[in-house]
Structure formats: C-alpha cells, structure tokens
C-alpha cells in the first residue's frame, strides 16, 4: 500500500483479504496458536521464522494494524503497545540501558516529562531537557558522549508548539543518534516525520487515531533508515550478540527489522504492555477514518481559535495555524493542511475565572482526555499536571492560566454558541 494516498491507506492498510477471507479485520482473540510439529514452534521461538506463538509477542490483528500505522508513517515497521505511554518508554528503552543519557525537548506532553525526569533517572537513564526553540548550539550542548537520542513531539501537548523536525534531525544526526517524535497530535494523516528525517515515530493511538475516546493504546514506528552499524559502540544491543537469543545480533540478522524486531523478543517478552486485539480491533475502526476526521477537527478548531484569538475576554491563543503565532511559519512547512484540534488559550483574570468559564459549559465537558470525536476542555494546571510546581509548568511551557480545549467534530455554531454563553457566565 506504500504507493497509496493516505486516505486510501487510512481505508484500506493493514489487513488485505484473500479470496473467501473476512472483509473486516477479524478480532483474534486467541492468547496461542496451534502447530503441527514441534519443530515449526522452535523455529519461531529462535526468530528464525515468522509466525504467531503467543498473543503478548505477536497476534494477527495488532500486526495487521500496526502494518496500517507504519504505511501510513512511511515507516518498514511498528508495534503496538498497551498505551502511549508504553510506546514512549519502548522507544527508548529500546536503545538505552542504566548509565546512558537522554535529550529532550521541554514542551512534551506531562507523562512524559515524568517518564523522562522521574522514572528513566530510577533506572539509570539521565535526560537533559532542552528548549525546542533554542539555537542549535544552545541545544547541541546538552549532549554528551553517552547521549543516545533525541526527542520532541510534533505538536507539543498541551502547548501546541511545532517541533522544527528538520533542525531537530540534522542535531541528532550530527551526534550520531536518533531522532525520535511522539506525532500524536498531528497523525501521519498531517504529517509524517520521518520524511522530515526523524529516524522513529511513536504515537498515543489513544487520541485521534482511535478517535472516539474507546481505547487507550501506542505505537512505535521505525523508519528503517537509521544505521545502527555506523554507531555501533553506541549501540551494542542492536549490533553486538544478544545472549537471550543465542547470540543472535539484530542489525545483522533483521537489518531494516531490527529496532522492531529488537523491541518486540526482547521489551514485549520481559515487560508485556501487549495491546488486546479487542482495542487492536477498534484503533482500527478508528483509523479507517483518521483522514476525514482530521479534516473536520481542524476546521473547527481553526474557527474557535479566531473566536478566541478576536474575543475580549481572552489573554491568549496558541494555535499555530493562526498567522500572527509564533509558530505559523513551522506550521506552514510541516503542516501545511492542518495540525489539531487542540488550542491552548488563557482567560484574562484570575486562575478561578477560569474554573468558572469551565464549569459553565454546557455542552463541551470536562474529561481528562483530548483529541477525540466530542470536544472537552481540561486545565493542566489543575488537572494533567497537577504534580507539577508552577516553575516546573513554566520550564514545561505550560502558562499557569492555560486552558486545553480539544475541538471536536461537533456542528460548530453549536460549539461557539456554547463558548459564547461561558464567556458571558464569567
Ligand atoms: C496522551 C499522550 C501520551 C500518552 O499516551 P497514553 O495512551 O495516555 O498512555 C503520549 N504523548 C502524547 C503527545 C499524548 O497526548
């Protein structure tokens, strides 16, 4: 299907019928898988064929999907993981261990601030957190011999900065590492990194891609085009022998494969975060219209953001897809048909005029979520980021007053006359 349009893939990728099979992805709702000599399971159990055994390492649903996802990302392979937030911790995970260091753009979502600053440094594994829109030298110094990637999300949650993909990749590669980008809130349906030069792409498939707030579920994409071999003292869980597999070494054995492949036999097998094939099955309902739905989130979005941007009471917007943002310039190359459906405003006056605004809408709710069918409203200050002080929220590029609305495919008078009523409330 890599030849396709991305709506076509969106329909169609993934699961291709043969004749008499199930027009729809079948649900294979099955933990093992049945064969007829034992010598056919060893043979999958050494990697050495390609087969399902055990639904925790592979099942034919979730491969199916996450075939879809990676032809939609122009990547050569992806997994799906039981969340985002496994995703993330896969990703990188996957090429670090105790002893090594991380650098990170600051304005990432707040689960993955945690992961990165509290959890990775648990096992070993520092991260420098840099500011995407510092110079090249300000951001190159935080690397350092024992550095093993770099990361940022295409359209930062819940700021809505854009990441210069681009200049973010040539850093990387300049230091011989990865660049690694959570394209969560853009979907390959708006942008795919990788043409950008981001070497692995992860996803929340929770959000847009399921779209309809029905399974929490990740992905992690490999373009295939980072090699492992040229920094291979970097990289000696992809190219030197890995004891648990008979001393078989990845880059070698599965070349363009051997991220996937790597983070599969070895993360999936000790550590589970398995998608259920159930969720599989719905994330690929979802995507069959990611592309239209998108179209929709970002129309709506792009009319509430002018509302905002030319209302009296309002402080602030952050939507780069309006022309005075800081970040319509970016936006304009990496996204020029759309980003999201998230903006980040801020009322004028106080923190509690801004609960006041939230508690009076009526038809847009208050959900500990974003970027699905319904619009909702969130205040991370009080909410996603609560364990955040308000000088770490600053260093996260969140302001204390912002205020997350994700725009959903609602009649949108509706949506503004509700914004309308809340404003006057306040
Ligand atoms: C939600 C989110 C995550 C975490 O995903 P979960 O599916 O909630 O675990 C990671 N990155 C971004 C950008 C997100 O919005």
Same mark, same amino acid.
């Given at each position: 299907?890599?030849?396709?349009?991305?709506?076509?893939?969106?329909?169609?990728?993934?699961?291709?019928?043969?004749?008499?099979?199930?027009?729809?992805?079948?649900?294979?709702?099955?933990?093992?898988?049945?064969?007829?000599?034992?010598?056919?399971?060893?043979?999958?159990?050494?990697?050495?064929?390609?087969?399902?055994?055990?639904?925790?390492?592979?099942?034919?649903?979730?491969?199916?999907?996450?075939?879809?996802?990676?032809?939609?990302?122009?990547?050569?392979?992806?997994?799906?993981?039981?969340?985002?937030?496994?995703?993330?911790?896969?990703?990188?995970?996957?090429?670090?261990?105790?002893?090594?260091?991380?650098?990170?753009?600051?304005?990432?979502?707040?689960?993955?601030?945690?992961?990165?600053?509290?959890?990775?440094?648990?096992?070993?594994?520092?991260?420098?957190?840099?500011?995407?829109?510092?110079?090249?030298?300000?951001?190159?110094?935080?690397?350092?011999?024992?550095?093993?990637?770099?990361?940022?999300?295409?359209? !930062?949650?819940? +700021? /809505?900065? $854009?990441? @210069?993909?681009?200049? *973010?990749?040539?850093? =990387? &590669?300049?230091?011989?590492? #990865?660049?690694?980008?959570?394209?969560?809130?853009?979907?390959?349906?708006?942008?795919?990194?990788?043409?950008?030069?981001?070497?692995?792409?992860?996803?929340?498939?929770?959000?847009?891609?399921?779209?309809?707030? !029905?399974?929490? +579920? /990740?992905? $992690?994409? @490999?373009?295939?085009? *980072?090699?492992?071999? =040229? &920094?291979?003292?970097?990289? #000696?869980?992809?190219?030197?022998?890995?004891?648990?597999?008979?001393?078989?070494?990845?880059?070698?054995?599965?070349?363009?494969?051997?991220?996937?492949?790597?983070?599969?036999?070895?993360?999936?097998?000790?550590?589970?975060?398995?998608?259920?094939?159930?969720?599989?099955?719905?994330?690929?309902?979802?995507?069959?219209?990611?592309?239209?739905?998108?179209?929709?989130?970002?129309?709506?979005?792009?009319?509430?953001?002018?509302?905002?941007?030319?209302?009296?009471?309002?402080?602030?917007?952050?939507?780069?897809?309006?022309?005075?943002?800081?970040?319509?310039?970016?936006?304009?190359?990496?996204?020029?048909?759309?980003?999201?459906?998230?903006?980040?405003?801020?009322?004028?006056?106080?923190?509690?005029?801004?609960?006041?605004?939230?508690?009076?809408?009526?038809?847009?709710?208050?959900?500990?979520?974003?970027?699905?069918?319904?619009?909702?409203?969130?205040?991370?200050?009080?909410?996603?980021?609560?364990?955040?002080?308000?000088?770490?929220?600053?260093?996260?590029?969140?302001?204390?007053?912002?205020?997350?609305?994700?725009?959903?495919?609602?009649?949108?008078?509706?949506?503004?006359?509700?914004?309308?009523?809340?404003?006057?409330?306040?």
């Amino acid at each position: 299907m890599n030849d396709k349009n991305t709506g076509t893939i969106c329909v169609q990728g993934g699961w291709q019928p043969q004749n008499g099979e199930p027009r729809q992805l079948p649900i294979y709702q099955s933990t093992t898988f049945k064969y007829d000599d034992s010598e056919q399971m060893a043979r999958l159990f050494d990697l050495e064929a390609n087969g399902y055994f055990y639904s925790r390492l592979a099942n034919p649903t979730n491969d199916a999907v996450a075939r879809k996802i990676a032809e939609l990302e122009g990547g050569v392979a992806a997994m799906l993981t039981s969340s985002g937030q496994a995703a993330t911790f896969f990703a990188v995970f996957n090429i670090c261990e105790a002893g090594d260091h991380i650098v990170s753009a600051n304005t990432i979502y707040g689960g993955t601030y945690n992961l990165f600053g509290v959890t990775l440094k648990k096992m070993g594994i520092e991260c420098t957190f840099v500011d995407p829109d510092a110079d090249d030298s300000v951001i190159e110094a935080a690397f350092r011999p024992n550095t093993k990637l770099l990361f940022g999300e295409t359209i !930062s949650n819940p +700021g /809505g900065n $854009v990441l @210069d993909i681009e200049r *973010f990749a040539h850093i =990387a &590669h300049r230091h011989g590492v #990865p660049l690694i980008v959570d394209n969560t809130f853009a979907t390959p349906v708006n942008c795919r990194p990788i043409e950008w030069g981001a070497d692995i792409v992860t996803h929340s498939t929770t959000k847009y891609m399921d779209g309809h707030a !029905s399974a929490v +579920g /990740g992905c $992690v994409v @490999d373009s295939g085009n *980072f090699d492992w071999f =040229a &920094h291979a003292d970097k990289f #000696p869980g992809l190219c030197t022998p890995d004891e648990s597999y008979h001393g078989l070494t990845y880059a070698t054995a599965f070349g363009k494969q051997a991220y996937i492949t790597k983070a599969t036999a070895q993360l999936m097998r000790d550590l589970g975060a398995a998608q259920s094939p159930q969720s599989a099955y719905l994330l690929n309902i979802g995507l069959e219209s990611l592309h239209v739905r998108m179209q929709r989130h970002c129309e709506n979005a792009q009319k509430i953001a002018e509302f905002l941007h030319d209302h009296p009471q309002v402080g602030w917007v952050n939507y780069a897809h309006l022309p005075d943002n800081k970040y319509y310039p970016l936006a304009k190359k990496y996204l020029p048909n759309g980003g999201c459906g998230v903006i980040a405003f801020g009322l004028k006056g106080t923190r509690e005029d801004a609960i006041r605004f939230m508690d009076s809408l009526k038809l847009i709710s208050i959900v500990t979520h974003v970027a699905d069918a319904k619009t909702c409203v969130l205040h991370p200050a009080s909410h996603t980021h609560r364990q955040l002080t308000d000088e770490q929220l600053r260093a996260a590029g969140i302001a204390p007053d912002l205020v997350r609305l994700s725009v959903g495919l609602e009649d949108i008078s509706d949506l503004l006359a509700d914004l309308r009523q809340a404003m006057a409330a306040v």
